[in-house]
């Protein structure tokens, strides 16, 4: 399967992806501070960002960023960076 492109994805407007990121962070920490289990924050979240990227993107192009993912967890990428926040990055 080919994964997409950068430059195959809709272009995200200046600011968006960090001020996304911004509330992503504070409600992670306000769940967190919640006592709530961490496995069903991670999961809401995930289902929640599954559900805007089937509602806007192509099934191949939405595959192809779990696919991106899915070998940023394999290769250890995400593990060097545990303990930082990864919220706003793509």
Same mark, same amino acid.
């Given at each position: 399967?080919?994964? =997409?492109?950068?430059?195959? !994805?809709?272009?995200?407007?200046? +600011?968006?992806? $960090?001020? #996304?990121?911004?509330?992503?962070?504070? #409600?992670?920490?306000?769940?967190?501070?919640?006592? !709530? *289990?961490?496995? #069903?924050?991670? $999961? #809401?979240?995930? +289902?929640?960002? %599954?559900?805007? %990227?089937?509602?806007?993107? =192509?099934?191949?192009?939405?595959? +192809?960023? %779990?696919? *991106?993912?899915?070998?940023?967890?394999?290769?250890?990428?995400?593990?060097?960076?545990?303990?930082?926040?990864?919220? +706003?990055?793509?």
């Amino acid at each position: 399967m080919d994964v =997409p492109m950068q430059d195959e !994805l809709p272009e995200i407007p200046d +600011g968006d992806l $960090s001020f #996304a990121g911004s509330i992503i962070d504070k #409600a992670i920490e306000h769940m967190t501070n919640k006592h !709530l *289990n961490s496995i #069903a924050i991670a $999961s #809401a979240l995930l +289902g929640g960002a %599954l559900g805007v %990227l089937t509602r806007t993107l =192509p099934d191949d192009v939405v595959v +192809g960023i %779990l696919q *991106n993912a899915i070998e940023s967890v394999e290769s250890g990428e995400m593990r060097r960076n545990a303990g930082k926040d990864h919220a +706003g990055e793509a």
